[in-house]
């Protein structure tokens, strides 16, 4: 059943485990992490095949996170679905523990991402091979890679662009465009704009949505799977912690940084009220 309000509740839950997994470790990226979430939770409860008790199942879809520094994001989602116990999001970047960025050693994680700029790369290739073993291509897994828009500012995101259009590949890629990166606002640091008609302009399909509307996201997922020779963008407006507002008008400034403790109490106390509010919506709907 696709709820928003169900959805929405989950989100709001992670959000607090993203600011608390990077306030034990005292480090990490919150602010890319809570806008990512929105995405991520529909991608796994409405639209990715996928198997928590067996992660490397030969039929489930591919989600290539190559904005591997907002893993709390995706371990979050990853201990909701099943992949890993919630017991260790508090082992976060220590050692032993779950990695600071996403990295094969977690169950359910498809690519290792230090360093930014390959994922795309890697889902044309996982594509590439797909295509050459599973002719039928209504049999085919999808493969989707979610990239930061600062992580468009790299030369080999443009190649994988170029490739899979050229190739007609089947690759779904998800621009979490959130405005900030590490140093400053994107458009300060290098514009990309318009970053809809430019990877049109490289022959892919575009679609341009609110990435924190799961009706939106749900529509843009819905059309980016149906089965069309060559490549598929689906640029996702965000905003940068989204959930907490003082983090919304903070920019770059929470891209890579916990909060203090006064933060702390403040965004617990307004993920706490978000949460009541979509509690009570579901309550009146009979679901709680």
Same mark, same amino acid.
């Given at each position: 059943?696709?709820?928003?309000?169900?959805?929405?509740? !989950?989100?709001?839950?992670?959000?607090?485990?993203?600011?608390?997994?990077?306030?034990?470790?005292? #480090?990490?990226? =919150?602010?890319? #992490?809570?806008?990512?979430?929105?995405?991520?939770?529909?991608?796994?409860?409405? *639209?990715?095949? %996928?198997? =928590?008790?067996?992660?490397?199942?030969?039929?489930?879809?591919?989600?290539?996170?190559? *904005?591997?520094?907002?893993? =709390?994001?995706?371990? +979050?989602?990853? +201990? %909701?679905?099943?992949?890993?116990?919630?017991? #260790?999001?508090?082992?976060?970047?220590?050692?032993?523990?779950?990695?600071?960025?996403? &990295?094969?050693?977690?169950?359910?994680?498809?690519? =290792?991402?230090?360093?930014?700029?390959?994922?795309? #790369?890697?889902?044309?290739?996982?594509?590439?091979?797909?295509? &050459?073993?599973?002719?039928?291509?209504?049999?085919?897994? %999808?493969?989707? +890679?979610?990239?930061?828009?600062?992580?468009?500012?790299?030369?080999?995101?443009?190649?994988?662009?170029?490739? +899979?259009?050229?190739?007609?590949?089947?690759?779904?890629?998800?621009? &979490?465009?959130?405005?900030?990166?590490?140093?400053?606002?994107?458009?300060?640091?290098?514009?990309?704009?318009?970053?809809?008609?430019?990877?049109?302009?490289?022959?892919?399909?575009?679609?341009?949505?609110?990435?924190? !509307?799961?009706?939106?996201?749900?529509?843009?997922?819905?059309?980016?799977?149906?089965?069309?020779?060559?490549?598929?963008?689906?640029?996702? !407006?965000?905003?940068?912690?989204?959930?907490?507002?003082?983090?919304?008008?903070?920019?770059?400034?929470?891209?890579?940084?916990?909060?203090?403790?006064?933060?702390?109490?403040?965004?617990?106390?307004?993920?706490?009220?978000?949460?009541?509010?979509?509690?009570?919506?579901?309550? !009146?709907?009979?679901?709680?």
């Amino acid at each position: 059943m696709f709820d928003p309000d169900i959805l929405g509740y !989950n989100a709001t839950v992670h959000r607090q485990e993203i600011l608390w997994m990077t306030k034990v470790a005292g #480090s990490g990226h =919150p602010g890319g #992490s809570m806008s990512a979430i929105d995405a991520l939770e529909v991608m796994y409860n409405h *639209k990715l095949a %996928h198997r =928590p008790q067996e992660p490397t199942w030969n039929g489930r879809d591919y989600l290539i996170y190559s *904005k591997g520094h907002c893993s =709390p994001a995706l371990d +979050a989602e990853l +201990a %909701h679905q099943g992949y890993i116990p919630y017991g #260790s999001l508090p082992t976060f970047r220590t050692l032993g523990g779950l990695p600071g960025h996403a &990295d094969t050693t977690t169950p359910g994680v498809e690519f =290792p991402s230090g360093s930014l700029g390959k994922g795309l #790369s890697f889902a044309n290739g996982i594509e590439h091979t797909l295509r &050459d073993e599973i002719k039928n291509p209504m049999k085919r897994p %999808h493969v989707i +890679a979610i990239v930061g828009d600062g992580e468009m500012n790299e030369g080999q995101v443009w190649e994988a662009v170029a490739t +899979a259009a050229h190739y007609k590949l089947e690759t779904i890629l998800w621009v &979490d465009k959130n405005g900030a990166q590490n140093d400053d606002f994107t458009r300060r640091t290098k514009d990309m704009e318009p970053l809809d008609m430019k990877l049109d302009s490289f022959g892919w399909r575009t679609m341009q949505i609110n990435g924190h !509307n799961y009706g939106e996201i749900k529509h843009a997922l819905d059309w980016a799977w149906v089965r069309e020779k060559g490549p598929k963008a689906i640029v996702a !407006n965000t905003i940068k912690g989204s959930g907490v507002r003082f983090m919304q008008k903070g920019g770059a400034k929470y891209h890579g940084r916990c909060l203090d403790d006064r933060e702390m109490e403040e965004a617990m106390i307004e993920t706490n009220i978000g949460k009541e509010k979509f509690r009570r919506r579901l309550v !009146n709907k009979g679901i709680l």
